[in-house]
């Protein structure tokens, strides 16, 4: 988890932000953010999203690992959706196969790269 997590604390310190400022402008105790920084705590969807915003940060940077594994699982349960698909052909399942099939080559294509 610390790896994922110093990339919060790796963003702020390459804007030569204070951890007193980021706190500041989410609200949030000081002390608070810094065990989020250190992996001691998880961060919530808004104090993501405050980094994601602040500092131009992609999602995908932010979490390198927890994305990698995302991609891993989706892409193996949309084969496995679409294998169910296939087998059911029931006639609207044509569009849902195309889509997860789009969206699953699109991971095998570095649509999303680290």
């Given at each position: 988890?610390?790896?994922?997590?110093?990339?919060?604390a790796l963003?702020?310190?390459?804007?030569?932000i204070?951890?007193n400022?980021?706190?500041?402008?989410?609200?949030?105790?000081?002390?608070?953010?810094?065990?989020?920084?250190?992996?001691?705590?998880?961060?919530?969807?808004?104090?993501?999203?405050?980094?994601h915003?602040?500092?131009?940060?992609p999602?995908?940077?932010?979490f390198?690992?927890?994305?990698?594994?995302?991609?891993?699982?989706?892409?193996?349960?949309?084969?496995?959706?679409?294998?169910?698909?296939k087998?059911?052909?029931?006639?609207k399942?044509?569009n849902?196969?195309?889509?997860?099939?789009?969206?699953?080559?699109?991971?095998?294509?570095?649509?999303?790269?680290?």
């Open positions: 988890m610390n790896k994922k997590i110093n990339s919060l963003y702020r310190t390459e804007a030569n204070s951890l400022d980021v706190a500041y402008l989410l609200n949030i105790d000081t002390g608070n953010l810094s065990r989020i920084e250190k992996g001691i705590r998880k961060p919530t969807a808004r104090i993501i999203l405050l980094y915003i602040l500092f131009d940060a999602l995908i940077k932010l390198p690992e927890e994305f990698n594994d995302l991609q891993i699982q989706l892409k193996l349960r949309s084969q496995k959706l679409i294998t169910q698909l087998t059911e052909q029931p006639p399942s044509r849902r196969i195309k889509y997860i099939s789009d969206f699953v080559n699109g991971l095998n294509n570095s649509l999303y790269e680290m």
